[in-house]
């Protein structure tokens, strides 16, 4: 019914709107972000930016995520090599929700089926910028799961503390004091 819909507001405003997905610069695409929601702006901005130095890459806008469009998601990505599904938040044991829907409507069990990669990106409301997004996206192929702008060495070093001897106060505030951020610099 969504199509349906489209379809008539288009032809009665003369412009798109809504819909299940929306390519944007896809069609030669090696590699395609998966994105929804407000981070699609930034995901665009770096996919023109990466164009202009030659990268093949676009992104998938998903517009409707429930029901979930799988047909439609399949024929968007059946040319891309690779896919990065920008998650904005972790669905533990399954990496993200978009990347589980994604898997599922992409795999066929055929060799050609492209490569899907769950990046989790602005955790806690942190910003996803152009910046981070070109450096990963340029990184060339990524682990299934991955996050933007973590600092694992400051996570694996509270791990390591919390194994050893829990130390008062919350994760975070120690993770500030390893990094030398005092309680007078953060409120």
């Not at 910046?131 to 990184?139: F, H, K």
Request: one cysteine or more; charged letters at 20%; glycine letters at 12%.
């Amino acid at each position: 019914m969504i199509p349906a819909v489209q379809a008539g507001f288009a032809a009665g405003f003369g412009r798109d709107s809504g819909g299940l997905v929306r390519p944007y610069r896809t069609e030669d695409a090696e590699v395609i972000v998966v994105a929804l929601g407000s981070v699609l702006g930034t995901v665009k901005d770096t996919v023109d930016e990466l164009r202009a130095d030659g990268m093949k890459i676009g992104v998938l806008c998903i517009t409707t995520f429930r029901p979930f469009p799988a047909a439609a998601v399949r024929a968007a990505l059946a040319g891309a090599r690779r896919v990065v599904v920008l998650e904005r938040a972790l669905a533990p044991g399954s990496d993200g929700i978009v990347t589980a829907d994604v898997r599922a409507a992409t795999s066929t069990g055929a060799a050609k089926d492209p490569a899907i990669a769950a990046v989790i990106a602005g955790l806690g409301g942190r910003a996803v910028t152009t910046r981070s997004l070109r450096g990963l996206l340029q990184a060339g192929d990524l682990p299934p799961l991955s996050f933007l702008d973590l600092n694992a060495g400051l996570v694996e070093a509270e791990v390591t503390r919390i194994r050893a001897a829990r130390r008062s106060g919350p994760s975070a505030e120690n993770m500030l004091r390893d990094l030398g951020v005092t309680a007078s610099r953060i409120g």
